[in-house]
């Protein structure tokens, strides 16, 4: 859907059409929306107080998709849920039953960015590398033309045009992009039109042009981003290579290409080194990414299984190797921190760094790895040293939130940072996940709601564990109590389910309704716990088991599960993760319990509070925390 250029106003918010971005009014910090659910607010505040079908709705929003309803219906949910309209309230979009819908609210027309808004950067290089601006898209289109031929040579057209073709093929793959057709792209072909003409005609952002030239018996690649708005070059860098072997050189030049331009939108740099020169290594990389964007266990370990078959083409692929190791992490970390997993990603991201040492996502993946054992000093170097290799890091910025500055009481600078790896990469739906469970951390319940609408939008499957948690916590929080008790059953394994866990969930959920069966929920809740073999109690039950005692006024049961929890773990050398439940306002009781010094100082975390500072709103007195 082609956009404006108008800037629009209504109630509290701002809608920026060039920019794609819907703005508080007297704010700069981008609300949540996905591509669709931009469009679908565009067409309506273009045309206020018209009376649209959904069918008219569907054939602007999807023109060449056939779509249900129900895609247009989540799409006016989620806009509801970020323009923060309650449940009956029509403030901006009125449904009419049968009809369609209709934007009511005053909309003004503020302004029409001209093609040098200071919003756009300028010509960038490569020592100041110009920083894209937020997007509320999930992805970023983006035409590649055929490279022209400047010898006249007809194979080195050829090759112009095989060139393009593989590029269109490889970026494809990469889940940041939407790429437009080669049927689109190749219609430009020897005319001499203005790329920002180009790029409106297809409604893409920018455009990748080239150029190959011969020189003897070497050939030369220009390849350079163009900004399809302004017309600005985003960057631009040649290649040199022998002729002898053309088809290396393009499966080489496609694979440097394609990671230039992938690091500049997501990392703000171009300059890298290229990952490998076997391009079939590099499609196993990227549909591995592709997995790993989508979290599910079975996900991870296929992503994992295609690690090892680009590692047996390419063995020096550093990149592959430290993409591996953080799949065996995450997998460890969604496992209480489980010990092998954890020692195979050590021993994967040290031979990624031996291999580049300037992979800064390897520190990364260290960093998770002392984290979970428990090693907070050692944690905090390794994720420094990966921000001081690449400072616009968006996983090291959001690994030092999850595992460090939340478990350590940090509450403030883990939302801090999570958001601004959230700035830097406006399309994954992790980070809108994590910024979502971090809200809810924090208590805000209304805000969290619209991230996790948001990863689910942006593609995290509604299944997910952590999205059916999240769920639940909301559910309670607006004291839907029978739909929170739901979505944690679905989560249940096995084990659980026959040791008493559903029945243990409905009870807890009825004693938030009616505090006087709390007695029940809290027998209950033990009785499941005792039936349970210990290794079938996952860290993530036992932390709930934590908090739901603690609700239940049962603190000593709390902090038995506590301690029961470390003991398993600490066996092995962890402390596992998700202790960021301890600074919640839910389980100041806990915190107040004379046990609680000893059980923090059990998670090693006073060394750390010591250099680094204590938890938001304690005071640390040599080992001990006060005012929590």
């Not at 369609?100 to 093609?115: K, N």
């Not at 609408?453 to 559910?475: F, M």
Request: net charge negative; with cysteine; aromatic share 8%.
């Amino acid at each position: 859907m082609a956009t404006g250029r108008f800037t629009y106003e209504f109630g509290d918010f701002r809608l920026d059409a060039a920019r794609r971005l819907l703005l508080p009014k007297n704010g700069d910090r981008a609300l949540p929306l996905t591509a669709r659910a931009f469009d679908t607010l565009l067409y309506l505040v273009e045309r206020p107080g018209k009376l649209l079908s959904k069918a008219t709705l569907i054939g602007a929003i999807w023109p060449d998709v056939v779509v249900e309803e129900n895609s247009l219906n989540q799409n006016i949910s989620l806009l509801r849920r970020v323009l923060g309209e309650s449940p009956g309230e029509y403030r901006f979009i009125v449904t009419v039953p049968g009809r369609g819908y209709r934007f009511v609210a005053d909309v003004q027309t503020v302004s029409e960015p001209s093609d040098e808004s200071p919003h756009v950067a300028p010509v960038a290089n490569f020592s100041e590398p110009a920083r894209p601006a937020v997007r509320a898209h999930t992805r970023i289109p983006l035409a590649i033309l055929p490279f022209a031929n400047l010898t006249g040579d007809p194979d080195t057209d050829h090759f112009g045009e095989a060139m393009a073709e593989e590029l269109i093929n490889t970026f494809a793959r990469v889940r940041w992009f939407e790429v437009a057709s080669r049927t689109s792209t190749f219609a430009f072909k020897d005319r001499n039109v203005d790329v920002r003409k180009i790029a409106r005609e297809l409604d893409v952002e920018a455009v990748l042009e080239g150029s190959i030239r011969r020189i003897g018996e070497r050939i030369r690649v220009t390849a350079q981003l163009v900004d399809g708005r302004t017309g600005h070059h985003l960057w631009s860098e040649s290649y040199e290579r022998s002729c002898e072997d053309l088809a290396r050189v393009q499966d080489e030049l496609t694979v440097a290409i394609v990671d230039s331009t992938a690091s500049h939108f997501v990392m703000g740099n171009a300059r890298r080194k290229t990952p490998t020169r076997d391009l079939e290594a590099y499609h196993l990389y990227l549909q591995a990414m592709a997995l790993r964007a989508q979290p599910t266990e079975d996900n991870l370990e296929s992503a994992i299984q295609t690690l090892d078959r680009a590692l047996a083409r390419d063995p020096d692929f550093a990149r592959a190797w430290y993409a591996i190791a953080e799949a065996r992490a995450h997998r460890a970390a969604n496992d209480g921190c489980a010990l092998m997993l954890l020692n195979h990603a050590e021993r994967d991201a040290r031979h990624a760094l031996a291999l580049d040492p300037s992979i800064s996502r390897a520190h990364g993946v260290l960093g998770l790895i002392n984290a979970c054992c428990g090693r907070w000093l050692e944690a905090e170097t390794e994720l420094r040293r990966a921000l001081s290799l690449v400072a616009r890091n968006p996983d090291a910025l959001v690994f030092h939130a999850i595992y460090i500055a939340r478990q350590a009481g940090h509450q403030r600078k883990a939302l801090a940072e999570i958001q601004t790896a959230y700035d830097l990469t406006p399309s994954a739906p992790a980070l809108a996940l994590h910024l979502g469970a971090q809200k809810l951390l924090d208590g805000d319940g209304s805000d969290a709601c619209k991230w996790i609408d948001l990863a689910v939008a942006n593609g995290y499957p509604r299944s997910l564990t952590a999205i059916r948690e999240a769920r639940a916590q909301l559910a309670m929080l607006e004291g839907r109590f029978d739909e929170a008790a739901q979505e944690l059953t679905e989560t249940l394994s096995p084990a659980s389910r026959e040791a008493g866990g559903f029945e243990a969930i409905q009870s807890f959920y009825r004693a938030q309704s009616d505090p006087s069966r709390s007695d029940r929920a809290i027998a209950a809740l033990q009785a499941w716990e005792a039936k349970l073999p210990p290794e079938e109690l996952e860290p993530s039950a036992a932390q709930r088991l934590v908090v739901w005692f603690t609700m239940l006024g049962a603190v000593d049961a709390a902090h038995d599960v506590a301690q029961r929890t470390i003991d398993r773990l600490s066996v092995h050398g962890t402390i596992g993760n998700g202790w960021g439940i301890l600074w919640t306002k839910e389980m100041h009781a806990f915190r107040d319990s004379p046990r609680f010094q000893s059980f923090v100082s059990r998670l090693g975390l006073f060394s750390y509070w010591r250099q680094y500072g204590p938890p938001d709103n304690c005071v640390l007195r040599g080992d001990q925390l006060q005012g929590c």
